[in-house]
């Protein structure tokens, strides 16, 4: 296991690397609840002098903005522009917000990065070798050091979104199965962490910060 060191003030880095700050990607279908999961955990971090940050894709930048309105219907592009525009707004999130948070040290506790576009994107029909390869040659792009996916049925899923807030132009429950398979497909080749996002709210919170806490334990502070 590769071994984190203080940088002070409750900062992190990743030692004998250079790179600092840890960076974790939440993902999962909607309505698995990772954005008040996200939200909780570096709540919890921060109470624990930990300096952690929550963020998400789509960003709240101009590209992000644009894909707001291409989520809701407002404009229609087609699917392979979906993909390069999730993947322009990344690049941005990366830039100006997700790397400086790094480089202070920061947990960063990312809702969603680019395994959601080969999931979703993917689910709609482009290469997910292809998404892959868009972003992965990103100026910016970053390889997460955990990638955890809160997996939950899409049926009970599509029950608490719709709940919440309507859906958006992605949520059938037979395309939410797609982008569900394509998640659990993903695991292996990009290690990620799964958590039964379907136990309890506590439990699942939990589990996510026990996996942050164990790569950070080596921190002599
Ligand atoms: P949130 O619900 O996490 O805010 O994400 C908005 C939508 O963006 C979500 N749709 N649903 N259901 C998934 C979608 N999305 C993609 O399709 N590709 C991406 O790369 C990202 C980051 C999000």
């Excluded at 954005?35 to 590209?63: C, Q, Y």
């Excluded at 970053?142 to 979104?161: C, G, H, Y």
């Amino acid at each position: 296991m590769r071994e984190f060191r203080s940088v002070g003030k409750g900062g992190v880095e990743l030692a004998g690397s250079g790179r600092k700050g840890l960076f974790v990607v939440l993902e999962g279908i909607d309505g698995s609840g990772k954005t008040t999961v996200g939200k909780e955990v570096v709540r919890h971090l921060n109470r624990n002098d930990i300096k952690a940050k929550f963020t998400s894709e789509p960003s709240n930048l101009p590209i992000g903005k644009l894909l707001r309105r291409v989520l809701n219907g407002d404009i229609e592009v087609d699917t392979y522009t979906h993909a390069l525009l999730f993947a322009a707004d990344r690049e941005e999130h990366l830039r100006r917000e997700v790397l400086p948070m790094l480089e202070e040290g920061n947990v960063v506790v990312c809702d969603r990065y680019v395994y959601a576009s080969m999931a979703y994107q993917g689910a709609k029909g482009v290469d997910m070798e292809c998404i892959r390869g868009m972003n992965s040659a990103l100026p910016h792009f970053r390889v997460p050091e955990l990638i955890i996916l809160l997996d939950v049925d899409p049926e009970a899923s599509l029950r608490r979104t719709i709940y919440r807030k309507g859906a958006d132009i992605f949520e059938t429950p037979a395309y939410l199965s797609r982008v569900r398979e394509n998640y659990l497909q993903l695991r292996e080749r990009h290690g990620f962490v799964v958590i039964d996002a379907g136990a309890r709210f506590r439990e699942v919170v939990e589990q996510v910060l026990d996996r942050i806490l164990t790569r950070l334990e080596d921190i002599e502070v």
